[in-house]
């Protein structure tokens, strides 16, 4: 965590999350060295911090990262014999500065090769996390609800696969876009979600994550799910203002609707319009619809939560997930009545395909405050209290258990 009143710290910090993909592909697509562009791309952030108190913040972190991680990789690559066709590559790469508009494209390609077709869809996912978004091995293995020295194993062999298949780094041919896109998809908005519930939301990773999705609609413009998937980000991204109140996780209900950017609502009711006229059902396209129902709504008493329990039905048979099930067992209990939902919590619990996830006793214990089973409820949200893995989620827990 960056240091109060330290802009240096603040400025690499800054720099990690907007740069670290950029600076990785580019080693990436020079030497085909996974682990190389990794560490070099380390020493790199390192060096920052050593050099930029004494010398100043430059005026583009980025190009001056992928400068000093090249240049790393180049003292590297020389004192390695095997290296001398990587050094040469290098070398030429090194005669072109980096610029802005390179950006896009190079995380794309990144993109496309991390979600090969060869590489286990799971690995697809970890890897693209990894070198894409910098997130440490633990963080992706939260995200993604696995252990994590299987997902350290799950990296290894997927860089290992690409280097022994002769992967190729690029985005692949119209034809062979298709079955890459589920994988692009789901790391696209695993990046988005990325920090959106902590204290600090990493707005970095949640641009670059939105401005790739719509880089993907112009290039897949046929396809219906990009457009739900941006559809969805836009959505999300509009209530972001109101999520976080002094520190405190804010409730959907509870959110002040005129902070919400409307821009973005109307920007994304209108992207999943088109989405929906292009083919209708795919499960992006539901999840963003479903985010639709929230976002027009003026406020909770209002929401159709009939036409949300249906989707969420209709999300659970196109992709299903037992956190697709928990929350359409909010939006029955809502549309039913709490008896109806709080009977699939339960249901949900006993079968525990969620166990360890926080927010199963969390909605238990939210249901069962509504239900006026206060002690059950108590007991719940403790419960939840331990396994919340977010400063602002445990301050909300706390609060309702001091309501309580």
Avoid at 162 to 188: N, W
Wanted: proline share 7%; with cysteine; net charge negative.
């Amino acid at each position: 965590m960056t240091a109060p009143g330290d802009p240096v710290r603040a400025a690499v910090d800054a720099a990690y999350r907007d740069e670290w993909g950029q600076v990785v592909a580019t080693l990436i697509a020079a030497t085909g060295d996974w682990d190389l562009a990794e560490d070099c791309a380390q020493d790199a952030f390192a060096a920052a911090l050593a050099t930029w108190p004494r010398d100043g913040v430059p005026r583009r972190p980025g190009a001056w990262l992928t400068t000093a991680a090249r240049n790393r990789a180049l003292d590297r690559l020389r004192r390695d014999a095997a290296g001398a066709a990587k050094l040469r590559l290098l070398a030429a790469d090194g005669a072109r500065e980096p610029a802005e508009e390179d950006i896009p494209d190079e995380r794309l390609r990144l993109i496309f090769t991390c979600c090969h077709p060869a590489l286990p869809f799971p690995a697809r996912v970890a890897l693209t996390l990894r070198t894409l978004a910098g997130l440490s091995t633990a963080e992706i293995a939260r995200a993604l609800l696995a252990a994590e020295p299987a997902m350290a194993q799950r990296l290894v062999r997927a860089k290992r696969k690409i280097q022994e298949a002769g992967i190729p780094y690029r985005v692949p041919p119209a034809e062979q876009l298709p079955e890459r896109l589920a994988a692009v998809l789901a790391v696209l908005y695993l990046i988005f979600n990325q920090g959106y519930g902590e204290e600090d939301p990493d707005r970095a990773l949640n641009a670059e994550a939105i401005h790739l999705a719509r880089v993907l609609v112009r290039l897949m413009p046929s396809e219906p799910e990009p457009r739900g998937l941006l559809a969805l980000m836009l959505l999300h991204e509009a209530r972001r203002p109101a999520r976080m109140e002094g520190g405190v996780l804010v409730p959907l209900e509870d959110q002040d609707r005129s902070r919400w950017d409307r821009d973005l609502i109307d920007e994304g009711v209108a992207v999943l319009d088109r989405a929906l006229a292009l083919r209708r059902g795919g499960p992006y396209q539901v999840q963003a619809a479903i985010a639709a129902c929230h976002a027009t709504a003026p406020d909770t008493a209002s929401t159709d939560w009939p036409q949300i329990a249906a989707l969420y039905g209709a999300l659970a048979r196109l992709a299903p997930s037992p956190v697709v099930d928990l929350n359409r067992a909010v939006a029955v209990a809502m549309a039913e009545g709490i008896p109806s939902g709080l009977a699939l919590v339960e249901e949900l619990a006993a079968s525990g395909r969620l166990d360890g996830y926080h927010l199963l006793p969390a909605t238990r214990a939210d249901l069962l405050r509504r239900a006026g089973r206060k002690a059950e409820a108590k007991a719940a949200y403790e419960e939840a209290l331990e396994m919340a893995p977010t400063e602002p989620e445990r301050r909300y827990l706390t609060g309702r258990l001091q309501e309580l």
